[in-house]
């Protein structure tokens, strides 16, 4: 029995080698038309957002979509960390508001068509005024009502969020 499998396993090593070093020869297949790359195209320059403005720059860079109606303010959400007390906060556009040691100056506000998926958007410039201290901007960008913590304020005290736009009817002043 020791015979027959000294014999065997040099066989069998053969066996497993010469596919491989036959594979190894073949020379390589012709890349189909769907293994090719996809062609560059050129981005349209309407497609692309523009860049964030910065803190503090009056510069609101607009979001793609326009809704009918006239946006008035925005309604805010805040919440104090220490007391866990939340408070409604409604803002006129271009207006401010004052939430503990935060001032809270909306720019814009936007909301999705009747027709998409509900969608509030609002530019908020947020700064933080403590106390004997000089001014600090804890935000300043585009807050979505959807998805609040995509762009968030970082504050150790307070949080806000975006709740809706305040608008008046279409065809009212």
Known sequence: MAGTRSRLLPALG???VLP???????????PSPGDAAPPSEEIPPEATEPAPARPGSTEVPALPSEQPGKVTGVVLR?????TARTTVI????DGMATFGTLTIRVRQCVEAPPDEKPESAAFLEITDTPPG????VAFSGWMYASSPALSALEHPVYDVWVIDCKMV?????
Do not use: R
């Open 20 to 30: 491989v070093a036959a594979w190894a020869q073949t020379p390589p297949a012709t």
């Open 14 to 16: 053969l066996a497993l």
């Open 169 to 173: 009817a279409p065809g009212k002043p």
């Open 78 to 82: 805040g919440l104090d960390k220490i």
């Open 90 to 93: 409604e803002v006129p556009l």
């Open 133 to 136: 201290q000089s001014p600090v």
